[in-house]
């Protein structure tokens, strides 16, 4: 896992990663680049995220192949370097083999669901299917009808209904998605621009594109934040989107767990007549739909909160110099850093900080970049 943002405004953006990559969920490492100047002449960056491979390929190694095979004089925006690209993966990465990942992969697929599901009651699996059924997946990936039998005949092994779930789930944990950003000043444009791609496999040089989001020529002061962005946007918001998530989810559970309780709590007094309980019961409901109301207006309070706490910051962004939007860039990746490191979770963010900021006058220029050479020992060959 990483952590990466960028801070625009009119005159500049900052962009800045750390340095640590998750293997298998267990081990972090650092040390790893994440941030990239593309040419000298262009004032544009680009940032990876998510998978650190691509088609078994370091996506640093293709990006160093992509900037020596380029010629950039040619290119003018931002998403024409996107294009550029995608172009070269499709035609410099192997093509994928589905049937031999799941000729390898899901034999033990299969081991682990049956023990996993042995151990859960049936409202358990039915809440597990139901989890897995709302992952998103590529509908490429659900359209390989060939394997259907597979999980088909997984689901008869185990007992129950939902072969579609769990191919779902099967394919969203096989495919991690490598992301990309490409951020800077397109020519001709007085403002910045960046375009998020999300991208799967090569499916015979065609390069499958889970996600896409863009801002070009914006005048807008902007955050944002990518892959481990929690911590980011509490600052931002004034609060944590878990908290934000938990407090809507817990409203609504108690306000209908009490009501439920409550007309079961009726239904035991067999002494109330049964036009009496009706009324109730008619009452309760009625109750439930202004419970629902309030909590909603309760919730819109708590968003019209975060986006004043997120507007009031987002003005002074254009305030900002270029050494205060790279100080502020470096600040929110240490933080979100020491919130992982002060805690028993997995270190999934941390090591050196690459910071660097893009601005139509100075064009891509370095604030912090960590370096794992002596540049004595290295004289004259850098």
């Known amino acids: 896992m990483t952590c990466e943002i960028l801070v625009m405004n009119g005159n500049s953006v900052s962009i800045g990663v750390d340095s640590a990559i998750t293997v298998g969920g267990k081990k972090t490492a650092d040390g790893f680049r994440k941030l990239f100047k593309l040419d000298d002449e262009l004032p544009m960056g680009l940032m990876i995220y998510g998978s650190a491979n691509f088609e078994k390929i370091s996506m640093e190694n293709l990006i ?22 995608i172009d070269f993966l ?45 992952l998103e997946v590529p509908e490429f990936l659900l359209q390989l009808a060939e394997y259907d039998q597979l999980f088909k005949d997984l689901c008869v092994e185990i007992g129950f209904n939902g072969w579609k779930a769990l191919k779902n789930y099967f394919f969203y944990q096989l495919y991690p998605s490598t ?14 621009s960046y375009v998020n791609i999300e991208i ?32 980011i946007w509490g600052f931002l918001d004034g609060i944590h989107p878990e908290f934000f998530d938990l407090i809507n989810q817990y409203n609504s559970l108690f ?21 009496q309980v009706n009324n109730v019961s008619k009452r309760v409901k009625e109750f439930k739909l202004f419970i629902d109301d309030k909590n909603q207006e ?10 004043y706490h997120l507007n009031y910051k987002l003005e002074a962004l254009g305030l900002l110099s270029k050494k205060e939007l790279a100080e502020m860039v470096e600040i929110l990746i240490k933080v979100t850093s020491l919130r992982y490191r002060a805690s028993m979770d997995l270190n999934i963010v941390g090591g050196e900080v690459n910071v660097a900021v893009i601005s139509k006058f100075d064009g891509f220029v370095w604030v912090k970049k960590e370096e794992y050479y002596s540049r004595d020992l290295n004289y004259g060959k850098l």
């Not at 589905?98 to 992969?105: G, P, S, T």
């Not at 863009?214 to 934040?225: A, I, T």
Request: charged fraction near 30%; glycine fraction near 4%.
């Open 255 to 275: 306000f209908s767990g009490f009501l439920n309780d409550f007309m079961s709590f009726i239904d035991l007094k067999s002494n109330i007549a049964d036009v």
């Open 298 to 307: 309760y919730m819109d309070f708590l968003n019209d909160y975060r986006k």
């Open 90 to 134: 499709a035609n410099n990465t192997p093509h994928h083999d589905f049937k031999r990942d799941i000729e390898i992969l899901f034999p033990k697929f299969k081991e682990e669901v049956i023990r996993y599901f042995a151990r859960l009651s049936r409202e358990e699996i039915n809440l597990e299917i139901e989890k897995y059924s709302k």
């Open 179 to 192: 992301g990309i950003v490409i951020v800077g000043f397109s020519d001709g444009e007085n403002y910045p």
């Open 200 to 231: 799967i496999l090569n499916n015979g040089c065609n390069i499958e594109i889970q996600s896409e989001k863009s801002e070009l020529n914006s005048s807008e002061n902007m955050v944002v934040p990518f892959a481990q962005t929690g911590v």
């Open 64 to 85: 160093a192949d992509f900037c020596k095979d380029t010629d950039f004089s040619k290119i003018n925006t931002v998403m024409d370097v996107k294009d550029t690209f």
